[in-house]
């Protein structure tokens, strides 16, 4: 960050700007509400696009997110110092961690922070006002839930683990006909939703898996409330054993994550999906299944082809046996189908032999 500028109340938008461009962060004193508006009307002056080409689209993002989180408030032991601010202690620990054990000073909530800095204990932390209303807005998602219609209940998602507030996958999970009501791993479980639905479900044994350390937390927690008996492990990909049934809703765009809570939904180089696909046919029982949810926005923004997936699918010596697809209910979402890949090992010799000579 080139120089730090003390603004307050009397700032228009035109000049914040101005002053972002030249590559200056400011640093908000005036009202708390105004700083909202602020905010806003710097987000009108630099409209999200969806036009162009994805990488173009994912710079223009950045850069977006460069300018809005070079406005700062003052943060003093999880409070903000200003006048009309918000309580936001409870928000920040439940995110972040008691007071002065672990702060967004520690524990980056998004990587995308240009103007944060690190100034002495005894002085304020600046913290980018929109990150501050991110960790309000997941505070507020996670007490408040999220209902999902294919369970019939709420989900109550943490901080950095990916929310169902679109949901349609979901009703993927809980219509397919069941292959058993023995074991079921659920890889990658986020909130623990799908664990959640093949338990209600009736499956008798359901293991759910996350690499992220707070997805583990939140999963736990919604089985907990929903009283499902389920077991949920940190671990990258599957958990020890085989199962009938091998769910998977993987991180759908094949992109680098720029952002911790990019993980969820970006997988590098499609690193996830490829070793899932890869290896997952020795994680199951013999007469197993595996049920891979997957939206095709990645075949929409020409990031991978219907032919690169299928070839994929061949590669772990799987066969397609079914598919079920879903389009977004709500009239604004992109125009993407969602579909439920119904998978088995391979009997054709061809496609079992391929998987043989990639082990
Ligand atoms: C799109 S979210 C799906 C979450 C949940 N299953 C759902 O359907 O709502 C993908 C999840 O996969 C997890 N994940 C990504 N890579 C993983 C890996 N290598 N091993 C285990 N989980 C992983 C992410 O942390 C995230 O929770």
Known sequence: MDDVITVDDTFSADRALR???RGSALHWTGDFHNAKQLLAALGRRVPVRRDGPFHTQRRRQAERARILNSLHVPMHDHTITLRRAPDVRAAY??????????????????GDRPGRERTPAAGPRWVPLRELLGVIGAY?????GVYVP???QRIHPHYGVFAPTRSEYADLIAGQPLPTTGTAFDVGTGTGLLAAILSRRGIRHVVATDNNPRAITCARDNLRRLQMNATVLETDLFPPGRA???VCNPPWIPATPITPLDHAVYDEDGRML???LNTVRDHLEPGGEVWLILSDLAELLGL???GELLELVRGGGLEVVGRADITPRHRRARAETTSLWQLRPATTPAAAGLHRATE
């Open 19 to 21: 002053l972002i461009g």
């Open 93 to 110: 620990e439940e995110a972040f961690g008691p007071q002065g054990k672990e702060g967004p000073g520690e524990e980056r909530p998004h």
């Open 140 to 144: 507020e998602l996670r007490h408040r």
């Open 150 to 152: 294919a369970l019939g």
């Open 244 to 246: 009938d049934l091998v």
């Open 274 to 276: 490829r070793t899932f």
């Open 304 to 306: 991978r082809s219907r």
